[in-house]
């Protein structure tokens, strides 16, 4: 397929983040088959050339190019709904939103309509999606680039407990409780004072660690950012006021507490590792909970099942390698992305 590929490049816009889910996932794995041809402008051009022209410059490619698909991976305001008009009527568009669980009611619905077809990872989405008459609705899920995400051969497992991601105060209680409690957590990420770890770092710590961590608390309705959502929003890399959205960002502020599935549990046992997860929207029907992963649901219990399972290295192992063989094998994104264009009718 000829497909034309736009998203946010690099995390929050800014480079020294490194590169985004999007980037690493669907647009390398898009361009990795030999069989497609993949056009890619980012988002990132935007802040370049301008939101008019960059828009007018995708408007141009679908023109000149024809692309079977045009894919845009959802972040604020980048596109414009006239533009997105024009690319329906010339070939088939599809918009992937990657928090419709807090974001469907202030955001996604408004862009929904712009496209042939967009997709959601929240299994409720596609009644709240009826409910604003909207039935053009693919469900899918988070997953992992098999290319990218490989176990590391290692000498030994010399890391009992890791965590990589960013740095939030939810976590930070977690990781302080943890460690009260005499459990010594390796973390690496945005904010955390050990900083963050390069894409080949992760993997390494993913498969030296004898149990990866993936600490998906809520956000507290309590805590600054929410709350200020409620009258601010990002406008691609900026932060404007948002006043004519009041009604649906108050009720996006107490959405905010539903537990998602993150990509990282997906990424953690497609690299052959043991993780331990807290609990999320619709998990138990990606992973059969104590036999391929391990979901935990509160500090109290976590703390448990670490001790647990750094003291039972025989089942730790056999639930990695069935958490592996269930990845590898329903979980990648091009699992997913077969399912998707079988929906739209392509190959």
Not at 16 to 36: A, V, W
Request: net charge positive; with cysteine.
């Amino acid at each position: 397929m000829k497909i034309l590929f736009t998203g946010l490049e690099n995390e929050r816009y800014r480079p020294e983040l490194g590169k985004t889910n999007e980037h690493n996932n669907f647009y390398l794995l898009l361009k990795s088959n030999p069989k497609n041809e993949v056009i890619y402008i980012p988002f990132d051009r935007a802040l370049k050339v301008g939101k008019r022209a960059y828009n007018q410059e995708l408007l141009d490619t679908v023109r000149s190019e024809k692309p079977d698909l045009f894919w845009a991976f959802m972040y604020t305001d980048e596109l414009e709904p006239e533009t997105l008009d024009e690319i329906k009527k010339l070939t088939t568009s599809v918009a992937w939103f990657s928090d419709d669980h807090w974001r469907l009611d202030n955001y996604s619905r408004f862009w929904a309509p712009h496209f042939t077809k967009v997709i959601t990872t929240w299994s409720k989405a596609k009644k709240r999606y009826a409910k604003y008459g909207i039935t053009n609705v693919i469900r899918s899920q988070w997953g992992f680039n098999p290319g990218l995400y490989k176990s590391v051969v290692v000498p030994n497992h010399n890391i009992g407990v890791s965590f990589v991601g960013m740095q939030t105060s939810h976590r930070k209680k977690i990781i302080d409780k943890l460690r009260k409690a005499d459990i010594n957590v390796f973390v690496r990420g945005y904010k955390w004072s050990e900083g963050r770890a390069s894409f080949t770092e992760m993997l390494d710590i993913f498969s030296r660690s004898k149990i990866n961590l993936n600490l998906n608390p809520p956000m507290s309705a309590l805590a600054l950012k929410p709350f200020a959502q409620i009258f601010f929003r990002r406008r691609r890399n900026l932060i404007v006021p948002d006043f004519l959205h009041i009604y649906p960002n108050i009720r996006s502020y107490f959405q905010k507490k539903i537990p998602q599935i993150k990509a990282r549990p997906f990424e953690i046992t497609g690299s052959g590792g043991f993780c331990i997860t807290g609990d999320a929207d619709d998990m138990e029907s990606y992973f059969e909970p104590d036999k391929e992963i391990v979901i935990y649901k509160d500090t109290k219990d976590l703390i448990k099942k670490i001790k647990y399972y750094l003291e039972h290295e025989e089942e730790r192992r056999a639930i990695a390698k069935a958490g592996y063989e269930r990845a590898l094998k329903e979980h990648t994104y091009q699992a997913r992305l077969e399912k998707i264009f079988e929906e739209l009718g392509l190959k």
